[in-house]
């Protein structure tokens, strides 16, 4: 969307929020998204998601404990569900926020905190917790997340570990596999184009495409920015574009040379 046709989606759904507090000024989405399209600075969004965190959690456990003494047992597993994602929803923005705030262990306690109460991962808060645990080095932890997802986040992770131990093999191999994953997207890996963080929720995309990849990237800024660098990429991003456009042209020769 251009910037007039984002200005009035923007306010549309701005319009739509406040919509919604006038008819339950408890609606906890309405609130939390209403707070972060007015209050751009990610510092004072972690705040308020901290400071309102318990208030939203007994809110929703209190709806749930009313709505499943009325039903019976298929229903109240259903009402359970529906009546605390907004409280789960919060914790996702939560550790999103703190690991953009570089926070990374309250980004950790809050993904993990989420984990534990709803496994099932709705919201794709591992995808948060595997770039926090690669910024702490965690290295058992993210290898642990990688054999589950091995989508680009938990392969960025991977990669940015095995660069910052100078395993610049391996560090190769885990481009090797990012190309695998995502044919086509080499100029995704090269560019690195970091995007506007979703206004009212966070971006859904369709997985293993080019789009996924692109937002794995833009979220993955915490780790390939980090260090000065000429380019303006940071350390491990400079290295991984130049690697990509190496592999590339590797690529493209054995093409020329087949042919």
Same mark, same amino acid.
């Given at each position: 969307a251009g910037d007039a046709l984002a200005d009035s989606l923007t306010a549309r759904g701005l319009a739509l929020l406040e919509e919604a507090l006038s008819l339950d000024p408890n609606c906890h989405d309405a609130v939390r998204m209403s707070f972060s399209l007015k209050t751009p600075s990610a510092e004072a969004?972690?705040?308020?998601?901290?400071?309102? #965190?318990?208030?939203?959690?007994?809110?929703? #456990?209190?709806?749930?404990?009313?709505?499943? *003494?009325? /039903?019976d047992e298929t229903r109240a597993a259903l009402a359970e569900n529906v009546s605390m994602r907004p409280w789960w929803r919060w914790l996702?923005?939560?550790?999103?926020?703190?690991? +953009?705030?570089?926070?990374?262990?309250?980004? +950790?306690?809050?993904? #993990? =905190?989420?984990? %534990? &109460?709803? $496994?099932?991962? /709705?919201?794709?808060?591992?995808?948060?917790?595997?770039?926090?645990? %690669? !910024?702490?080095?965690?290295?058992?932890?993210?290898?642990?997340?990688? *054999?589950?997802?091995?989508?680009?986040?938990?392969?960025? %992770?991977?990669?940015?570990?095995?660069? !910052?131990?100078?395993?610049? &093999? #391996? &560090? =190769? @191999?885990?481009?090797? =596999?990012?190309?695998?994953?995502?044919?086509?997207?080499?100029?995704?890996?090269? @560019?690195? +184009?970091? +995007? $506007?963080?979703?206004?009212?929720?966070?971006?859904?995309?369709?997985?293993?495409?080019?789009?996924?990849l692109i937002l794995a990237v833009s979220e993955g800024v915490v780790l390939l920015q980090e260090g000065a660098e000429r380019s303006g990429k940071g350390v491990l991003g400079a290295w991984l574009a130049r690697t990509v456009s190496e592999l590339a042209g590797e690529k493209d020769d054995e093409g020329a040379i087949r042919s």
């Open positions: 969004r972690w705040r308020f998601l901290v400071e309102r #965190e318990e208030s939203v959690r007994l809110s929703c #456990e209190s709806t749930r404990d009313q709505l499943c *003494a009325e /039903l996702a923005d939560m550790a999103e926020c703190a690991l +953009i705030c570089g926070r990374n262990r309250a980004a +950790i306690d809050a993904a #993990e =905190r989420l984990l %534990a &109460a709803e $496994p099932s991962d /709705l919201s794709d808060v591992r995808r948060t917790l595997v770039y926090a645990l %690669a !910024k702490l080095e965690d290295e058992d932890g993210v290898r642990r997340l990688a *054999a589950e997802a091995g989508d680009a986040w938990s392969l960025l %992770a991977g990669l940015a570990l095995a660069h !910052k131990r100078c395993d610049f &093999a #391996e &560090a =190769r @191999r885990q481009v090797e =596999r990012l190309l695998a994953a995502y044919p086509g997207c080499a100029s995704v890996l090269m @560019r690195q +184009i970091e +995007i $506007p963080d979703g206004r009212f929720a966070r971006i859904r995309v369709p997985a293993r495409g080019e789009d996924e």
